[in-house]
């Protein structure tokens, strides 16, 4: 854990602050940031002096406003979409309290974009999964590209078919409403979607779009050594996400195969 705290704590911050500071946490992992003590000069709206708190889009630094706090009411816990966050202290010229103070953890879960070829692996591996892990992933490769994917390890005790307690469930898509990928033959015609146990599945599957979800889910009684799912891009899917901002301002898009017959 590292802790973040307002300059001068836990005694009164200056006046007339304006700062910054953006926080990483691996490829892999998101960060939680939970306020555990705010003491600010109270306003409407914390119009004065304020702790504002962003989250980075897709793992990069385009700035998703999360909120603005300012009062002792404001103690929560805050878990960013991907890798990276931020968080601005602003202070004016009159009153000044104690401050706050942030602590700042990586969990796993959030965005891996990648080129090429990567993996996914459970929080610890090759060792075994900590008790209580509540992972998400979003794989993400180029527009017009689809994944493959496919498992090299497989040990996530659950009792019984249904996989009540530790499972994987992977999405065909990056929203937890994408269709299931249906990987667990031994539940029969009617699966879930959750996949346990260490029967690897067999061969490799493929998306039908740019991206996958991961989603991984431990409780606090059994554990194993957890999973290795490794994947690699497509060359010719069509079809996807395309995301223009101040980076990527223009792309060009083809059909597959292009300039090629199919």
Same mark, same amino acid.
């Given at each position: 854990?590292?802790?973040?705290? %307002? /300059?001068?704590? $836990?005694?009164?911050? @200056? ?10 946490? $691996? ?9 555990? %003590? ?20 897709? *793992? ?6 999360? *909120? ?6 404001? =103690?929560?816990?805050?878990? %960013?979409?991907?890798?990276?966050? &931020? ?15 942030? &602590?700042?953890? &990586?969990?796993?879960? #959030? ?14 591996? @090759? ?5 209580? %892990? ?8 180029? @527009? ?12 996530? /005790? ?30 029969? &015609?009617?699966?879930? #979607? ?7 599945? /067999? ?11 991961? =989603? ?32 990527? +301002? ?8 292009? +300039?090629?017959?199919?």
């Amino acid at each position: 854990v590292t802790l973040l705290r %307002s /300059p001068g704590w $836990p005694r009164s911050y @200056p006046h007339n602050l304006n700062c910054l500071w953006v926080i990483r946490a $691996p490829l892999g992992m998101r960060i939680q940031f939970a306020i555990q %003590s705010i003491s600010l000069e109270t306003s409407r709206q914390c119009r004065l002096d304020r702790l504002s708190v962003y989250d980075g889009m897709y *793992g990069t630094e385009r700035w998703n406003k999360t *909120g603005d706090y300012c009062s002792r009411r404001d =103690t929560r816990i805050l878990v %960013s979409s991907g890798q990276v966050m &931020a968080a601005t202290f602003r202070t004016d010229h009159s009153i000044s309290n104690r401050g706050f103070q942030v &602590a700042l953890r &990586a969990i796993c879960g #959030g965005y891996i974009t990648g080129v090429g070829r990567g993996e996914v692996t459970s929080p610890g591996y @090759p060792e075994s999964y900590p008790a209580n %892990s509540n992972c998400q992933w979003v794989v993400r490769t180029g @527009p017009a590209k689809t994944l493959e994917f496919q498992f090299t390890l497989l040990d996530v /005790p659950s009792s019984g078919t249904e996989c009540g307690e530790d499972y994987l469930v992977l999405r065909n898509g990056g929203r937890t409403t994408s269709p299931l990928f249906l990987l667990n033959p031994g539940q029969g &015609a009617n699966q879930n #979607g959750h996949l346990c146990g260490s029967s690897i599945p /067999p061969g490799t599957r493929n998306s039908s779009s740019n991206h996958i979800m991961v =989603t991984f889910r431990s409780n606090e009684q059994t554990q194993g050594r957890g999973f290795r799912l490794q994947w690699r891009e497509l060359r010719n899917g069509c079809g996807g996400t395309i995301r223009l901002g101040g980076q990527t +301002p223009e792309e060009i898009l083809q059909s597959p195969n292009y +300039p090629n017959s199919p």
